[in-house]
């Protein structure tokens, strides 16, 4: 193949230096993934589509180019551009080394490498005969699960998720940086406060993909919905050759109803969809990261599995773009920005149901258990502080902490603390 196909791809080849429109804002919640071009292992990057993958592949490579590395050892390849559809992974890379970087060591970073068959292969060959590269790999979610090539790779790849933005990310975003220390001490500027808690309006409106962050207003939800149609369309439908009407009148049914318990054979005779169609549909969701599911809090595993799941979407945004919405919702997506929160920070999370409802279980790693309630308002239902209580009496040698998140209350009762959903989300 001519190696001219490349070029656009990879400007630094003739620049020099990174263009500033791809770098794109610092991430530091990924600054790992960022080091991880040092490693020999084989970098893995999965998110939901749109979530800044390729951005953070551009950042490791500005982080190269300022570190020493020459230009033309850095190659970038993305396998949706048409004009590499009918060239193999290995033409492209072998063109690469005989025009560009005969045999120094290469930083190769494929991106959408899902269209490319027999990648697995490929890489790991080149792995396992130590050649001199460096992979970084990335690619639309469902299209770069685990299951897909752990078998090929495993032991040698290191595997990162990227989400949406968090709170603290899109304050960032905004310009607006909070002083953690200060902020634990009670330091807080009263314009500050402020202009957090209309970025958090924002944020729990229109989620945190990066993007839609810096658009106009007016273009926002527009964006949006076709962010919810590209995934499910692209990332769903196509690959497992769905029946595009049924996938999205069931995926709008998740929406509608997110937070909630889910019951699959509710969802069935909602929909007018068999049960084992209803229960498919939902696992390709979950693989393309559009939903999320959390089980009951058991120690017994089978009423664990027996009671129905909770559901929750991928970005805020993304669900009010695309759902039947109710005034109630508020709420809503202040606990989904709960879950996605502790998704971030790679806890073990359940809910549990009795006579009330606590929505977050976390067992932490010394077994521990940590249970949080979402009430976004300062009028506070005594259910909630109750379901909290009982849920500490009937694991009481286990709970180590009760959270009540709220708009702006800020106390300690009971044992129960509770604490402004942005305090937390900027804290936890």
């Not at 970025?199 to 810096?214: M, N, T």
């Not at 509608?256 to 696992?283: H, P």
């Not at 959390?294 to 009010?320: M, P, W």
Request: net charge positive; glycine share 4%; hydrophobic share 35%.
């Amino acid at each position: 193949m001519d190696v001219a196909k490349l070029v656009e791809w990879n400007p630094w080849w003739e620049a020099g230096i990174m263009p500033e429109e791809l770098k794109g804002k610092p991430r530091p919640q990924y600054s790992q993934l960022v080091d991880s071009a040092e490693i020999k292992e084989v970098t893995i990057i999965t998110g939901v589509r749109r979530s800044g993958k390729s951005t953070l592949m551009y950042q490791m490579i500005d982080a190269l180019l300022k570190n020493g590395t020459s230009p033309k050892q850095i190659l970038f390849v993305n396998f949706e551009d048409k004009k590499l559809i009918k060239d193999s992974i290995d033409e492209i890379y072998s063109s690469y080394r005989q025009s560009m970087n005969l045999d120094s060591k290469a930083y190769i970073f494929l991106d959408e490498v899902h269209r490319q068959k027999g990648w697995e292969s490929w890489v790991r060959k080149k792995y396992d005969l130590k050649a001199p590269d460096k992979f970084v790999i990335s690619g639309s979610c469902s299209y770069l699960l685990k299951k897909e090539y752990s078998t090929l790779l495993t032991g040698r790849n290191i595997t990162f998720e990227v989400l949406p933005l968090s709170f603290e990310e899109f304050l960032l975003f905004k310009n607006t940086s909070v002083d953690k220390s200060n902020l634990k001490k009670g330091i807080l500027l009263e314009k500050t406060k402020l202009r957090i808690l209309k970025s958090l309006d924002e944020y729990l409106r229109l989620g945190g993909f990066p993007e839609v962050a810096f658009k106009q207003e007016n273009f926002k939800v527009k964006l949006l919905e076709q962010y919810f149609d590209d995934i499910l369309y692209k990332d769903i439908v196509d690959r497992y050759n769905l029946n595009s009407q049924k996938a999205k009148d069931f995926a709008l049914y998740l929406a509608t109803n997110f937070t909630s318990l889910v019951s699959l054979r509710n969802a069935r005779n909602s929909l007018q969809m068999s049960y084992d169609t209803i229960k498919d549909y939902l696992s390709y969701y979950k693989e393309a990261f559009l939903f999320f599911t959390i089980d009951h809090f058991s120690y017994s595993f089978k009423e664990q599995k027996t009671l129905a799941s909770k559901v929750y979407c991928i970005d805020n945004g993304l669900r009010n773009a695309v759902s039947f919405k109710f005034s109630k919702d508020e709420g809503k997506l202040a606990e989904n920005c709960v879950l996605l929160q502790l998704k971030r920070q790679g806890r073990q999370v359940y809910y549990w149901k009795n006579k009330g409802e606590v929505d977050f279980v976390i067992k932490n790693k010394d077994s521990s258990l940590t249970a949080i309630n979402v009430s976004y308002t300062d009028e506070i239902d005594e259910r909630e502080t109750k379901a909290l209580l009982d849920f500490k009496e009937k694991f009481k040698p286990k709970t180590k902490e009760l959270i009540l998140l709220t708009k702006t209350t800020e106390k300690k009762v009971q044992g129960i603390k509770t604490t402004p959903l942005w305090k937390w989300l900027l804290l936890a």
